[in-house]
């Protein structure tokens, strides 16, 4: 079976640095598309970053220069490096599977979030 | 960045009843287009892509449409567990973006 298992989530100072971790279960992450999103507690989603198959990676302009996504293939888990905090990065964040194909961002399996609270 | 709106942030109906939640987007986006359901304190589900696919294991009571920019997600009979939030997303360009949600309440 797929399953995401998010890691890492934690209160943390504006600022701050924290790193997030999405184990990965039943499938392989590099043979996909796998992606951040965001929920801020009662709030909609908001799409975070993506890493293709292939290497490349995109981000939204919210965090682009702040958080790096990177995957280890040895272990099958994608990874998500956040610098430079800040308090409207407090959310629930969700890994997500898309299956490669073109223009192929529909996430057909998500991990059950893990909470980042940037406060002081 | 392409912007994805749905028209109502909540709706009710009883259980039974037929269901329609619409979503615009802001250019075209082909029929790059998918649909969630979420319940308090889980992750989102995905139950149609590409505007009008049901996504494997997700009851057929469940249908999408589009016309142009417009798109419609369908609940044919309404069921107790489908009191839920619902959003579409177009995965047409990046950045992926949402819809802000329609909340299905109990009448």
């Known amino acids: 079976d797929v399953q995401l298992v998010e890691t890492g989530g934690d209160l943390i100072q504006p600022g701050g640095s924290l790193r997030l971790s999405c184990a990965a279960s039943?499938?392989?992450?590099?043979?996909?598309?796998m992606s951040w999103v965001r929920q801020v507690p009662g709030r909609g989603l908001e799409w975070v970053s993506v890493?293709?198959?292939?290497?490349?990676?995109y981000y939204a302009d919210s965090v682009k220069g702040r958080f790096t996504i990177s995957r280890d293939n040895s272990k099958n888990t994608l990874y998500l490096q956040m610098n430079s905090l800040r308090a409207e990065d407090t959310a629930v964040y969700f890994c997500?599977?898309?299956?490669?194909?073109?223009?192929?961002?529909?996430?057909?399996?998500w991990g059950q979030g893990t909470l980042v609270t940037v406060s002081s | 960045d392409i912007q994805m709106t749905q028209s109502l942030s909540s709706l009710s109906a009883s259980v039974g009843d037929r269901v329609t939640i619409t979503c615009r987007a802001s250019?075209?986006?082909?029929?790059?287009l998918n649909w969630y359901q979420q319940t308090p304190g889980k992750a989102p589900k995905l139950l149609i892509y590409?505007?009008?696919s049901l996504q494997s294991g997700v009851p057929s009571r469940f249908s999408g449409t589009a016309s142009g920019t417009d798109f419609t997600l369908t609940i044919s009979s309404l069921q107790p567990e489908d009191f839920a939030t619902y959003y579409c997303?177009?995965?047409?360009?990046?950045?992926?973006?949402f819809g802000q949600g329609t909340e299905v309440e109990i009448k």
């Open positions: 997500a599977r898309a299956p490669p194909q073109v223009r192929g961002g529909r996430f057909d399996y």
């Open positions: 039943g499938f392989t992450v590099n043979s996909n598309y």
């Open positions: 890493i293709y198959s292939g290497g490349s990676t």
């Open positions: 250019q075209s986006i082909s029929s790059h």
């Open positions: 590409a505007a009008s």
């Open positions: 997303q177009q995965s047409y360009s990046i950045p992926w973006t």
